[in-house]
């Protein structure tokens, strides 16, 4: 297996995030691929398998809710600058 490795040039990002493997402090592409080897290994050797999918999906559903909590507070700041505006425009008080 380690040889196989060797031959990948790049692991990506998203599968490092999703063992846990931080991809902008995991250094270059043969310690990415070192620390990629060596998780993996890890849970093939313990015969946790099991546990490496249960972290996979759990870290994948976390990264999803990541991005839906972003596009979903993108569209609240719309929505409330839009309600700002309509205020101001439609509420104005005027002095006689």
Sequence with gaps: ME????FVNNIPNSFLARI??????AGDVNSK????FEIISRFILN???????RLISVNKSRILLEDQKAAYS????????????????????SIK
Aim: avoid cysteine; aromatic fraction near 12%; charged fraction near 35%.
């Design 3 to 6: 040889k196989k490795l060797n």
């Design 20 to 25: 846990d493997i931080n991809p902008n402090t």
């Design 33 to 36: 691929r070192g620390i990629y």
């Design 47 to 53: 015969k946790s398998g099991h546990l490496l999918n």
């Design 74 to 93: 993108d569209i609240m700041r719309k929505y409330n600058k839009s309600i700002k505006e309509y205020y101001d425009k439609y509420n104005k008080i």
